[in-house]
Structures are given as C-alpha cells and as structure tokens.
C-alpha cells in the first residue's frame, strides 16, 4: 500500500464528506464512477461566525442531495445566499438551476447560458458573501469556462475539475485546450508562491494540503505526456485512437474515451506549436 504522505499533493484520508477547513465543508454527491472518482465534491462555503454561505458545483440532477445539501447548510446554521459554479459539465452543473428553486438563490458562472439571475462570474472578480472573500481565478483548459475560486484568508483553492484530489483530469478536447490548461496550471501554481496557497479543495477526490507539490505534478505528468504522444506520432501512430492505444497502454480500458480527449487536445497543440515554429 502506498503512503498517502508520498502521493502528489499530500491527499488526506479519510472520509470525503464533511468539514475540509474553517471555512469549507463538503458533501459528496453520490455520483461515483471512473471519471467522477468517489462523486462530485459539492462544497459549502462560509465564515465561521456568519449566517450566510455560497454553495460551489451544487452536482448532478440528484434531488436527494440538493436537499442534503440545504440541510447540512442549515444543519451548519447557515443560510444558502449564493450559488456559484466551477464549469458547465452535468456532474457539477446539472443541479443547478433546481439548486436555485430549493434554496432561493442567483447561479453565477462564466457561461451566460448557466447563469440564473443578470450577474455572471469573470477573471478578477471578487464575490464577497457575509464576510467571506472568494477571488476568481480563471483557469480554462479542462473546458473553456473552468473557473477556481481562491479562498485568500485560509490559504485555499477551489479547482473544479482543474486540479483533482486523485489522479490527473482530461482535457476536454476541443473546448478544453492544452495550452490554456499549462497556463491554467502555471496560474495555480502562482498562487502557491505569491499567495500563500497551501490546500486544494478539488471537484472531485480528497483534500491535498501540499497545493504546490500537486502543481508540480500535474505539470511534470503534461510534460511527460506531451513528449510520449510526440514520440509515437514520430513513430508513425497518426490517429488519435492509435495514440492511445499506444501511449496509455498502461491505463485501464474504461479510461481510454476520455483518455482520447486528451491527446486529440496534445495532437493540437503540437500541431499549433509547429506552426508557430515554421
């Protein structure tokens, strides 16, 4: 068995749902499977001693864990004032608008058609709900309208789909893009060293409280990648099914669809940079 201390990001144990900080408690949706990991984390954010809360990815269409969702809020004594999403994929967006019926509340999010009320979500925002500071952070790749939410005052990240607690996320080819995913993570990373980020709350999988070390993965794991999908296309592996084939022998089947995904976005970014190249 592996100790979870040396796995990228230092990923805590035990159980997913339930308090993650000060500020922060999660409720898992129960949506698990090979690409959601244990479910959707639905987080619920708050400052200790305020009434009001703001809900992240309220998850799947699931109406037994909406309403789990505004009872462990009220459970909390706190009252659900806003909700904000990380991105428009069903596991995380698809409760949404029947979240907004239960609890009374405005959607925020960077993709107009998911927002529900006149305000959206952009880079630079602050939302600022009964004394707790969210910054948004713009961080596209795994799709174009992926946002994190940075927690400044406990040293906390919301990624989505961006950074997971376990594993490595697809590049949702072609609205996810590779070069805006490296930059993505670049980006996160710059909050680690100028902002004092130290913990990652992920869509999916456990807390990892060492948010660099997990960074420095990721972008080793791209690295790495890039080069072997680089490698058989020299070899003469021209089709993205092909690539897989050969690149992610090692990966279980089940994963090769959305394995896929990924190096048709690798197979467009090398094709991009030789452009770029002449």
């Known amino acids: 068995m592996t100790d979870a201390a040396a796995l990228p990001g230092q990923p805590r144990g035990g159980v997913l749902s339930g308090r993650a900080t000060a500020r922060a408690h999660c409720v898992l949706a129960p949506n698990p499977s090979a690409m959601t990991l244990d479910g959707t984390n639905t987080w619920i954010l708050a400052e200790p001693d305020a009434r009001s809360a703001v809900v ?3 998850g799947p269409l699931d109406e037994g864990h909406l309403r789990h969702v505004l009872e462990t809020a009220e459970r909390l004594g706190k009252r659900v004032d806003l909700t904000l999403l990380t991105h428009g994929h069903p596991d995380h967006a698809e409760g949404a608008a029947r979240f907004a019926e239960l609890s009374r509340t405005p959607v925020r999010a960077l993709d107009p058609a998911l927002r529900l009320g006149e305000e959206g979500l952009a880079a630079g925002d ?3 709900t009964g004394g707790l500071e969210l910054r948004v952070v713009p961080t596209p790749g ?64 456990p807390v ?3 948010a660099q070390g997990a960074l ?20 003469g592996f021209g089709t993205a099914p092909e690539v897989v084939a050969h690149v992610y022998a090692d990966v279980d089947r089940s994963l090769w669809p959305a394995a896929e995904l990924s190096v048709r976005a690798q197979l467009a970014y090398l094709r991009e940079r030789g452009a770029g190249h002449g």
């Open 126 to 128: 602050v939302v600022r």
């Open 208 to 210: 990892l409280e060492d």
């Open 56 to 58: 992240i990815d309220p």
């Open 142 to 205: 795994h799709t174009a309208d992926s946002l994190s939410f940075h927690l400044p005052d406990e040293g906390s990240v919301l990624t989505g789909d961006t950074v997971l607690g376990r594993g490595t996320t697809v590049v949702a080819h072609p609205d996810g893009r590779l070069g805006d995913y490296l930059a993505s993570l670049r980006r996160l990373r710059s909050l680690t060293v100028d902002d004092g980020v130290s913990t990652v709350l992920p869509g999916h999988g």
């Open 216 to 235: 420095d993965f990721y972008l080793a794991h791209r690295a790495e990648r890039l080069a072997q999908v680089e490698a058989a296309v020299g070899q």
